[in-house]
């Protein structure tokens, strides 16, 4: 591609032809205000908020749309853009409630922040505002709030070109324009969240999200999706060892801008029916332990049983880094050999060719490569040590072979939580750090959110304790001997 | 579950041949329902999306863009009065305040008989003959009141 | 006086082929294809034809933009979606003499090398819409069009295609948007229509009238229709007069005409002995004259720019003494804000705007701040976004207050901010 020069705000631009005005400021940091742009989507260039000045040109440019053209003199700060950005913001809130202190997207609206930046006067317009509907439940938990919406067009694009689907439209014109899905259908692609990310301004809201939290309370971390092999890069926003909101973080080669809403909403597990306590289950009769009492328990069930014909039952959906850990304890304190996994199956796995995959495990290629076998090729074995979950099916499966769960290493509550002889609290995906495996191969790494939760410890320790009560009984034993 | 008569389909099927995609037939295909079915409803989009394999969401802004598709029904005769700057000057205003009083409704409504239905529309290009009114497909010009009830009185 | 356009209007049953050829209606053909399709372009870029649908842009050259040989079909999409308001010349030539249109489409479909064309015609259009389809009809039986037309290795297709209410259509971009099934949402440009327009192919839009004006240029050639007009708007031109004159209607004249000559001459005038007042000379958009300035101006591109107007589409409206600006201005707000697409900003929200306030003023709730708001609103509606329609309404805007200051202030007098009287200084 040829390379074109020009300068924005007097600094030397080089880019490639047919970038926009917006994009190639965007290369040496200078920042121009938008709202219908967004990187992911096809151009609308309708806001207008994005208009710069050039030379020799009689008017503003819409820099979103406007390629480089070779010498071009561009200026996005003069006093005349502040003026002219001043001015849309002024058009975009004449007909707008002005309800920030009831709307759920205070605080990252860019009106408000735009507002702030360029406008900042009272307002000229004095008469009736035109009135729209309110509180419109959309359908697939999108709440839709008709007079803030500025006609930006980003909801209907990601709808019609990430899900592929044409669920929503502007209908009528003029300041009569209005989002709306066919009257009496519901928004309904697996992706329909992603118009409450694109959206700059509160007329869509999440269902699930509004109203919980103020979002200048949330904290961000950066996290990979555990909801299936794809591995959508996602940040995970919490306060006080809460998940509030998972929004998709941009990776190109993954996931681009997008999330679907499987994953999205998938934040339960993490939040709910969690096991934080250990339990000791004796004779049908479940206490909650210690962890000290717990393990020294287990390593006493341990020692009963012939320690490498034990075998260890990892997941799919663990890290890279817990499999491991697993797998050498094995090794090296149980001398077994026995490493299978288990894996979330749901019946009817829903995928498309978009993001979604029916692998709705995130390390599927992880347990593949550390050599970890299905449980299903279990052949017998005197106990089993249980990660995370087991299907029904694999349930049938030690019950007919009679091999007992001596222990199960739990994030949320199961039929195995009573099942087992000894119950371990371990921390879900976002307590913890380590590493997915997706299904391109990439290796994409995850970081604790907060701590572990209630008494829940990271499998790592467990076994660490675990290997050394086991060392320390066996010395105790030979010097008894 | 509505449908276009033997006709209408032939019509359409002769209307796809002009353009190379389905959708550019979607004008057209609302005229043909509203000759058909007199109103665009919900439904009649519904179908025509069908017919056009376009969504009925693109359909709807399709259908409230454009002023001359009855989203709700109208009259047997649809009068429809120029207010727009030409016809103004010549006293459109008076033939649509007379239309008011005459038929005893607003702009956009019906009489209860559903004879007469009247609504104010934009330059019809007929500024020379001003002021002036269409009903239904029909343009009649050089109004004043006198004329206009000459002429409600031959709609029968 | 026999012209360029309107040669048959008034003849009994013009509008039929066989009065058409009669009159010697499709005599160019032979001529034209005896031309290279680059020598049409060149005939029609000397003639100085400027498009006629209000933005004056030079016919030849519009179509020397389109590309050749890239593999896609090239458009003619006909603009008949006449709406302007004040506006009513292509309803002329489509009710009286549709084949001369289709005489013209002949030309410009060989001269851009094209072999498909569509009519966008107004839907509100009825006996129009009636005459061009029935003219096509005949067309396609005499062998005119379809394939192989007039007996040469050439075919041409053309559909009349119905609009559905929508000003905005009239706008090249927003038409081919309409054309594919869309709502009429002008385009970003670049692309321009002659490089990416109809199905993303290359694509003329000419108005009707500007069609219609080749057959004489191809009969007569160029120089023949440079005899009328001036160096820089050459030929003749069809102006609408509507508003106060004695008779309104259709003038076909010679571009640089006065105007003056045009509303009391051929027009008869202002009707009950009343004064001009103003003069919109060039459909609702384009700045208001007043009736000096009007009785001073040519009609022809160059003239009427001196007043800080533009010819536009023709639509001379003239308003005599007794016109409220006010009440003007306030009728053409409603028709800008319901005309408005909704797409961007600066004209959504300004149109509906301007318009609330104007309504306000005109109710008598006015203020002197008032007007420097409508000022200002419209300063930041201009130039800001993909079309012009936010322009159209706020050059009426800015050109009443200027240019009737009077009018309106007359409204504001006596309501301040605070309700208090205010003095006028």
């Not at chain 1, 371990?426 to 913890?432: D, G, L, N, V």
């Not at chain 1, 209630?454 to 008894?480: F, M």
């Not at chain 2, 058909?36 to 009649?44: A, M, N, R, S």
């Not at chain 3, 000003?167 to 948007?177: D, F, R, S, V």
């Amino acid at each position: 591609m040829p390379k074109i020069k020009l300068t924005i705000d007097g600094k030397p631009v080089e880019v490639e032809a047919g970038t926009t005005l917006l994009q190639a400021a965007e290369t040496v940091g200078i920042q121009i205000p938008h709202y219908c742009y967004h990187p992911g989507l096809k151009l609308a260039g309708n806001c207008r908020m994005c208009l710069v000045e050039a030379e020799k040109m009689p008017k503003p440019l819409a820099s979103c749309v406007a390629p480089v053209q070779e010498g071009m003199v561009v200026k996005t700060n003069t006093d005349n853009v502040i003026s002219l950005r001043r001015s849309v913001m002024e058009f975009l809130l004449i007909n707008h409630p002005l309800d920030c202190p009831t709307c759920d997207q205070a605080g990252e609206c860019r009106l408000q922040d735009y507002y702030m930046q360029y406008d900042k006067i009272p307002s000229r317009f004095h008469e009736e505002k035109v009135h729209k509907d309110k509180m419109i439940d959309l359908g697939a938990g999108v709440m839709l709030d008709q007079e803030r919406c500025i006609a930006c067009t980003r909801c209907i694009r990601v709808c019609q070109e990430v899900a592929g689907v044409d669920e929503l439209c502007l209908s009528n014109r003029g300041d009569h324009v209005t989002i709306t899905t066919f009257p009496g259908k519901e928004l309904s692609n697996p992706y329909a969240g992603n118009t409450v990310d694109v959206c700059p301004v509160g007329a869509l809201t999440s269902k699930e999200f509004r109203f919980k939290k103020r979002v200048w309370f949330l904290e961000s971390t950066s996290s990979v999706c555990p909801g299936c092999s794809r591995g959508c890069n996602i940040t995970v926003q919490h306060q006080e060892s809460k998940v509030y909101r998972l929004l998709p973080r941009l990776n190109s080669e993954v996931n681009s801008y997008w999330m679907c809403d499987e994953g999205r909403y998938g934040f339960d597990s993490v939040n709910d029916h969690r096991v934080l306590r250990a339990r000791i289950n004796e004779e049908g009769v479940s206490e909650e332990a210690g962890h000290e009492d717990a393990l020294v328990e287990l390593a006493s069930l341990l020692r009963e049983t012939s320690l490498s014909e034990i075998a260890v039952v990892g997941h799919a959906s663990e890290t890279c880094e817990t499999l491991e850990n697993l797998q050498q304890f094995a090794k090296n304190s149980l001398k077994s050999r026995y490493f299978f996994y288990s894996r979330f199956d749901p019946p009817h796995p829903y995928s498309d060719n978009i993001l979604m995959t029916a692998d709705k495990n995130a390390n599927q290629k992880g347990v593949d490569q550390l050599g970890f076998k299905p449980l299903s090729d279990l052949k017998s074995a005197v106990g089993v040590l249980v990660l995370r979950d087991l299907t029904g099916q694999e349930m049938e499966l030690l019950d007919r072979l009679q091999i007992p769960v001596l222990a199960f290493f739990a994030v949320n509550e199961s039929p195995l939580c009573t099942k087992a002889k000894i119950v371990l609290p371990i921390p879900s995906y976002a307590e913890q750090e380590g590493h997915f495996i997706n299904v391109q191969g990439k290796k994409q790494k995850i970081v604790p959110a907060f701590e572990p939760r209630g008494e829940s410890r990271l499998v790592t320790e467990w076994l660490n304790d675990l290997k050394d009560l086991l060392e320390s009984a066996g010395q105790k034993k030979k010097i008894a001997c | 579950m509505i449908e276009f008569s033997t006709q209408t389909k032939k019509k359409l099927e002769e209307c796809l041949t002009h353009y190379p995609t389905r959708q550019a037939a979607l004008l057209p295909t609302l005229w043909l329902a509203q000759e058909e079915f007199g109103t665009v409803t919900l439904e009649v989009m519904e179908y025509v999306a069908g017919l056009l394999d376009i969504s009925p969401a693109h359909v709807y802004s399709v259908a409230t863009f454009y002023t001359m598709f009855h989203l709700k029904p109208v009259g047997k005769y649809h009068l429809q009065v120029c207010r727009t700057l030409s016809c103004a000057l010549m006293g459109g205003e008076r033939i649509l305040d007379h239309l008011k009083k005459r038929l005893g409704i607003e702009e956009g409504e019906v009489t209860p008989n559903g004879k007469f239905s009247l609504c104010a529309v934009e330059c019809l290009a007929s500024c020379g003959t001003a002021p002036a009114m269409m009903i239904n497909e029909k343009y009649y010009e050089n109004l004043d009141v006198q004329k206009v009830e000459k002429i409600l009185d031959e709609l029968k | 006086m026999a012209l360029v356009l309107t040669n048959r209007v008034g003849l009994k049953d013009s509008h039929t082929l066989e009065v058409y050829k009669k009159t010697g209606g499709y005599a160019s053909v032979e001529k034209l294809f005896a031309m290279e399709p680059g020598t049409v372009i060149e005939e029609v870029k000397s003639s100085g034809l400027r498009g006629r649908g209000g933005a004056g842009f030079s016919c030849g050259l519009k179509w020397s933009f389109v590309p050749q040989n890239i593999g896609k079909p090239v458009y003619l999409c006909v603009n008949a979606d006449e709406s302007e308001p004040g506006t009513f010349k292509d309803r002329l030539l489509l009710e009286e003499d549709p084949h001369q249109l289709i005489e013209g489409i002949v030309i410009a479909c060989y001269a851009i090398r094209s072999t498909t064309a569509y009519i966008y015609i107004r839907g509100e259009f009825d006996l129009s819409y009636r005459r061009i389809e029935q003219a096509v009809k005949e067309a396609y039986q005499a062998g005119f069009l379809g394939k192989n037309i007039f007996g040469k290795k050439y075919d041409l297709n053309v559909t009349v295609h119905r609009g559905a209410g929508a000003y905005i259509c009239g706008e090249e971009t927003a038409l081919l948007n309409s054309l594919e099934g869309k709502k009429g949402e002008p385009r970003i440009k670049p692309p321009f229509p002659a490089v990416a327009g109809l199905f993303g192919c290359p694509t003329i839009v000419n108005n009707v009238e500007t069609l219609s004006a080749l057959p004489f240029i191809i009969n007569e050639g160029a120089l023949a229709y440079r005899k009328w007009g001036t160096e820089k708007s050459p030929g003749t031109k069809l102006f609408s007069v509507s508003g106060h004159v004695v008779r309104p209607g259709t003038y076909e004249v010679p571009l640089g005409y006065p105007l003056k000559d045009l509303i009391y001459k051929d027009c008869g005038g202002i009707p009950d002995g009343k004064k001009l007042k103003a003069v919109i000379p060039g459909g609702s958009s384009v700045p208001v004259l007043t009736a000096e300035e009007a009785e001073k101006t040519f009609l022809d591109y160059e003239s009427i720019a001196q007043y800080g107007s533009m010819l536009g589409s023709g639509g001379v409206m003239v308003m005599d003494e007794d016109v409220d600006m006010v009440w003007a201005l306030r009728n053409l707000s409603r028709f800008y804000a319901h005309e408005s697409c909704g797409q961007c900003t600066p004209c959504r929200e300004g149109t509906g705007w301007v318009d609330k306030i104007l309504q306000r003023v005109l109710n008598g709730g006015g203020t002197l701040e008032d007007l420097a708001l409508l000022k200002e609103i419209s300063d930041n509606m201009m130039g800001k976004t993909i079309c012009v329609l936010a322009d159209s309404i706020a050059m009426p805007v800015l050109s009443f207050i200027k240019k009737f200051p009077a009018d309106f202030e007359r409204y504001v007098r006596s309501h301040s901010a605070g309700g208090k009287m205010r003095i006028l200084g």
